[in-house]
């Protein structure tokens, strides 16, 4: 398994970092107005509601834009390796930043992904793969 830096899991954000254990993308929403929004804050960016939680997504998206790294940030982190930022099928502007598991060749922008966990012990990466369906 790649060596990589993992999160703390903090109050806020732990759901978001756990979510994998049952398969399940969660990203928080609000219970007032229905708006995503990723990181998670105490108020809703939107409305400025508190009734925001985390809730469970497609895990589905395509990506929006992308970088190539060929530094590895880690000894052992296998580089060239790509970046991406996806935006997630349920909301526009709803983003994720994360690692795009793909050929180096073959990503594109718009290529639809899915969601894929990798697990470091309790936390669990939520990274995306091409979505062949």
Known sequence: MTQ?????????TAAYWTSGADGALRIQRCADCGTYQHPPFPHCSTCHGESVSPEVVSGKGHLASFTINYEPWLPGLPVP???GVVELAEQVQLYVFTNVLAEIDAVRVGM?????FEQ??????PMF???AA
């Not at 990589?4 to 806020?12: A, D, G, Q, T």
């Not at 470091?120 to 990466?125: E, R």
């Open 81 to 83: 390796f790509v970046f």
């Open 112 to 116: 639809p992904l899915t969601v894929q």
């Open 120 to 125: 470091h012990g309790d936390v669990w990466l």
């Open 4 to 12: 990589r830096k993992l999160p703390k899991l903090e109050p806020e």
């Open 129 to 131: 793969r091409e979505d």
